[in-house]
């Protein structure tokens, strides 16, 4: 079983809908991770978190709002998506940043679709 | 340029039979680690084993390991005794030290199928 739990798993929205994916770990990580992946594709990584700070942005377009309310948490808002969004969403943690053997453990990601 | 390449797309193994899939880099830092992650169609990244670049013996994880060649900055990944449910897309992935450490590249994967 994954140790760092999505939801939802699968997500079907509007092109003018506001949503949230949420993401939770409790093995004391303190990076998170987004990633995006779209269909037979390696996964690009979106925005990493580090010690609740925002360290990386991946030049993602203003419609994906990272959050990281504690060292558990981190949710990823969505608003005014566009079709081209629909991918898989994966979480991951580590247990800090910047450590080159430091391994991400993802979650089971959540599968968007954009209408 | 290309970080990690994965040339074998697909890839097709008899149960219980020994499989190598592929995987190159490219760095210039000298301090890197190499991973291998299995993504079953259920989507979650599953890690199966590390090596890092200073690591003298390759690695090994139950029936995984890897077979590094550093010079050739190669990291093949060797799967002894297929199963069934070892059918999946394996992606290879390195972590550099100096320019990158915030980040995983990802290489574009193999799809394994084992054949009963």
């Known amino acids: 079983d994954t140790e760092v739990t999505q939801t939802p798993k699968h997500l079907v929205m509007g092109m003018t809908n506001k949503k949230s994916l949420k993401c939770e770990q409790h093995m004391g990580h303190r990076a998170m991770y987004w990633y995006k992946q779209k269909a037979k594709k390696p996964p690009e990584l979106m925005f990493v978190?580090?010690?609740?700070?925002?360290?990386i942005n991946e030049s993602v377009p203003s419609r994906f709002s990272p959050e990281c309310p504690n060292s558990s948490l981190l949710n990823l808002h969505l608003h005014a998506l566009q079709p081209e969004d629909s991918a898989l969403y994966l979480c991951?943690?580590?247990?800090?940043?910047?450590?080159?053997?430091?391994?991400?453990?993802f979650g089971s990601g959540t599968q968007l679709s954009v209408l | 340029a290309q970080k990690i390449t994965q040339t074998q797309p697909g890839m097709f193994v008899q149960e219980k039979e020994a499989v190598t899939l592929d995987c190159t880099y490219d760095?210039?830092?000298?301090?890197?680690?190499l991973f291998w992650y299995k993504q079953p169609s259920s989507g979650e990244m599953i890690f199966l084993i590390y090596?890092?670049?200073?690591?003298?013996q390759n690695a090994t994880e139950g029936r995984y390991s890897l077979n590094f060649q550093k010079a050739r900055k190669s990291a093949n990944l060797v799967i002894s005794a297929s199963q069934l449910g070892d059918s999946a897309m394996y992606f290879c992935a390195m972590r550099e030290t100096q320019t990158g450490a915030n980040n995983l590249f990802f290489g574009t994967g193999t799809r394994l199928t084992v054949i009963p």
């Open positions: 991951a943690s580590s247990q800090a940043v910047g450590v080159a053997n430091e391994k991400l453990f």
């Open positions: 978190y580090s010690y609740e700070k925002l360290s």
């Open positions: 090596q890092g670049s200073y690591d003298e």
């Open positions: 760095t210039s830092d000298q301090s890197y680690g």
